[in-house]
Every structure is written in C-alpha cells, then in structure tokens.
C-alpha cells in the first residue's frame, strides 16, 4: 500500500519562493510526479523524480531523497496564475499512481 | 486541451437515472483509468484499464460500471447513483512501459452532483 500525506493549504505572496513537501511511504517505489491542478481543470505534469537529487524546469525544482520518502516542489518568482493545488503522486511497479490530498497554494498580490 | 477529452462537463442526475460518462484519448497511449475526486481527499483510483483489459477495481461499488471498448475510448456507466457519489471524475491515460518517465494525462474531469 501506500501513504502519501501533504500540508493541505498555504498562502504567499507574488515574487516569493514557495516550498511544498511531500512525504510517502510505499512498496515498489517507481518515481513521484508532481502535478498542478487549477479548479476545475484537468491536473497537469509538472515533474518528475525517480532518482534522489534535484530537477529543475524553468521556476519550478523538484526534489527527491529515497530514504527518507520525501520531495518537495520549491516554486520561485511566484505569480498569481500559481494559484493552484498542487498534488504529489507516487508510482509502483505496475505503473499506478497514488495521490496525495493536494496542497492548494493561494498567491496574494 | 490535453490530448484527454472528457464529456459531459458537468451532470446532474437523480438517484434513478442512468447515465454514462465518456473519455476518449488520441495519444497512442494502452492504459486508461477513472478516478474520482472529492473536496479534501486525495485522488480515488476507480478502475485500470491495460491494453483494453480491466487489470482493476479497487472496491468499487457496482452502481459504477466501466467499459473499455478499445484503447482510444473509456466509459462509465453510472445507475441509481447516491449523493455521495457526486465529485469531479477524472479519466487519464498513459503508456505502459517500465522504467520510463511517462505520467498520466487527465482529462479535465466530469463534475458530477446526484441529487
């Protein structure tokens, strides 16, 4: 099984760096995606890590440490179009993914 | 648009009606899944599609029904529904291929109230 926890809502302001953890616990550890979901709107790729270390795309990094079953998502020069919840999504051997709840991220001006 | 189409957008149905949902991707990709979403809780992983074969069912209720009638089209066949059941369902598909860094791609969901 598996067991993916995530804080659940946090607020920053516009041209700050945000930082989102996720920690999990799992069977089969086959990578851990990052997803961004606007309301009512599909979930998007963000990232992906399936090796410990750090991947960067333009503002947004992500993080992974195997052994300790956590990553975090660090968003920089924030804007409001980040407004959005965040999830982190674990990967077993069969290919399926697990989500967490989510982390909805609120940019204020 | 994703590559992952979803209809309808929205449904509201009474606990008697019957009604389908339908997902339908155009990316070459071999497995499909529904999922639900409800307010404060993570993704439901409902049912898994692989290579147009039901690989999964994670306990879901049988008023639920999938069909999968080939590997560019998803259906879920909805009957005498209950409240709870209304949320944002989302179908995804990928490529099933180990090893790769392949995701999923969503749909942009059905959001679904029973009344």
């Known amino acids: 099984g598996q067991n993916i926890d995530q804080p659940t809502e946090m607020t920053a302001t516009e041209g700050a760096i945000v930082q989102i953890n996720c920690t999990y616990q799992?069977?089969?550890?086959?990578?851990l995606f990052w997803y961004q979901q606007h309301a009512g709107e599909a979930p998007t790729f963000l990232s992906y890590n399936v090796l410990d270390g750090l991947e960067e795309k333009g503002r947004f990094s992500s993080f992974l440490s195997r052994s300790k079953g956590y990553s975090y998502l660090l968003l920089k020069e924030l804007q409001m179009k980040d407004s959005a919840s965040y999830l982190c999504?674990?990967?077993?051997?069969?290919?399926?993914?697990?989500f967490g709840k989510g982390n909805q991220v609120v940019v204020i001006p | 648009e994703t590559g992952v189409t979803q209809t309808p957008r929205h449904l509201v149905m009474g606990m008697t009606n019957k009604k389908s949902l339908k997902c339908e991707q155009h990316?070459?990709?071999?497995?499909m899944y529904w999922y639900k979403q409800s307010a404060k809780k993570p993704l439901e992983l409902m049912f898994v599609?692989?290579?147009?074969?039901?690989?999964e069912n994670n306990s879901v209720p049988s008023r639920f029904s999938p069909e999968c009638p080939n590997s560019s089209h998803l259906f879920l066949h909805l009957h005498t529904l209950q409240p709870e059941d209304s949320a944002l369902y989302l179908c995804a598909s990928s490529h099933q291929r180990q090893g790769a860094d392949y995701g999923y791609t969503f749909g942009s969901g059905t959001r679904l109230t029973v009344v």
């Open positions: 799992t069977s089969g550890f086959n990578g």
């Open positions: 990316l070459g990709h071999n497995a």
């Open positions: 999504a674990v990967r077993d051997r069969e290919n399926r993914l697990a």
């Open positions: 599609y692989s290579l147009e074969e039901r690989v």
